[in-house]
């Protein structure tokens, strides 16, 4: 499920892009909300803007409507606005559940798109047929994504102003702004480029405590923003900093971390905010102690913009972190430094012994260090060395995976 869906209009706000692949073609399909010209609501005035932006992107239009209601109105001011783009459309009359209803899509010939193209969302039919048509008149293939673009995701509680960063990454407003909390109900990507380099931002909806996830919206919308987190590399937790870091945002940390995520933490409003270095101090050492990938604690404002750009440049630096490699001769002096900094556990007489490191893996980091003996190797020691690589080659809000593997030959060792 790629798109938040519910019988209540107005679900879907701004617009989602979406990497699709039919027949071998590759094409990117833009979601909108659905378009009211006479609701005056601030947010549907939003709608209507994020709409037609997605209109000047797109190359191909698929104007939906409900073939049960009938072509409406407003169906039609929306025909006049795709007749003025010269852009090729094609009309879907939806709704169709049964073969008796494709009468139904006839209506739909007065708007002068020429033939309708009956389907049924809810059910798959006819979507084949759709995609067909729609492929023909697409252009050539959109070119692939790279293996160094940096997947973003930007999540945390609603309304601490993560559209307003996403915005600001941008330079536009991409992503619809209100001062009414759950805005953003899509996961929403974004591709920017930044000091040469390509990073998809994943704009997420606001993550609530659990428990007060009362309505099915709101259940998809958590669910969305976690599957945003494990499809990026890196996350920025955006906290208000008019409140700290509160349990709620240690807890969305944790989600992203859980997912795999390099992350930092972002305390946004930073103009607003009555917080003394002190005060800043004291936040970042509770992350210190309580999340264990012990992510950086950066000031930002989205309304004023500052700080944003070292935001972008902590991003591309986390990415390179989490795909990057360190060579297996430093790798092995730091195993001498943490050797001599702290002496190995031992059990019964015997001491636990680290023999050799390398590095396995990237996208997290994956380190094997090669011991004598796993038993002898206690949480406290684990948890020394992995704080101690982390802090020896930056990697503070990087997850880092670390296999003590045992030797199996040359037991003698052990003693």
């Known amino acids: 499920r790629e798109a938040v869906v519910h019988e209540r209009a107005g679900i879907t706000r701004d617009r989602k892009e979406i990497a699709t692949e039919w027949n071998g073609r590759r094409f990117t399909l833009i979601d909108t909300g659905g378009m009211d010209n006479e609701d005056p609501d601030p947010v549907s005035g939003s709608i209507r803007d994020q709409a037609r932006a997605a209109l000047s992107d797109a190359q191909v239009a698929l104007f939906v409507f409900d073939a049960k209601a009938g072509v409406r109105p407003g169906d039609e001011e929306l025909a006049d606005l795709l007749r003025r783009t010269r852009m090729p459309v094609v009309v879907a ?47 050539e293939d959109d070119e692939e994504v790279d293996d160094t673009t940096i997947r973003l995701a930007v999540i945390g509680r609603p309304n601490v102003g993560k559209s307003s960063l996403v915005n600001r990454f941008a330079g536009t407003d991409r992503v619809i702004v209100s001062d009414v909390a759950g805005t953003t109900r899509d996961a929403i990507d974004l591709p920017l480029e930044v000091d040469g380099r390509r990073i998809i931002v994943v704009d997420t909806a606001g993550m609530r405590r659990q ?55 972002v305390l946004n409003k930073w103009d607003t905010a009555e917080m003394s270095e002190d005060d800043l101090d004291h936040e970042r050492a509770k992350v210190a102690n309580k999340l264990r990938l012990r992510p950086r604690v950066l ?71 090669q011991v004598n003996s796993r038993q002898r190797v206690t949480r406290d020691y684990a948890y020394f060395i992995e704080n101690r690589l982390r802090a020896r080659f930056g990697m503070d809000g990087v997850p880092l995976i670390i296999d003590f593997v045992e030797r199996k030959s040359r037991r003698s060792e052990d003693r």
């Open 93 to 139: 009359a939806n709704k169709i559940d049964a073969a008796v209803d494709i009468p139904l899509a006839a209506d739909a010939h007065r708007l002068g798109f020429g033939e309708p193209m009956a389907v049924s969302a809810a059910q798959g039919l006819g979507t084949g047929d759709l995609l067909d048509r729609l492929v023909e008149l697409l252009p």
């Open 211 to 265: 428990s007060k996830v009362s309505e099915s919206v709101e259940y998809y919308t958590v669910l969305r923003s976690q599957r945003a987190a494990e499809r990026a590399d890196v996350a920025l937790v955006v906290c208000d900093a008019n409140d700290g870091v509160t349990a709620q945002d240690m807890r969305v940390a944790e989600l992203a971390m859980q997912s795999g995520c390099a992350t930092a933490i």
């Open 299 to 369: 000031t930002a404002s989205a309304l004023t913009g500052r700080n944003v750009q070292r935001l972008l440049k902590e991003v591309l630096a986390l990415g390179d972190r989490m795909q990057g490699r360190i060579p297996t001769p430093e790798l092995n002096r730091f195993v001498g430094e943490a050797v001599q900094a702290r002496q190995p556990p031992a059990k019964q007489g015997h001491r636990l012994k680290l023999l050799y490191a390398a590095q396995i893996g990237e996208r997290p980091p994956r380190f094997a260090i």
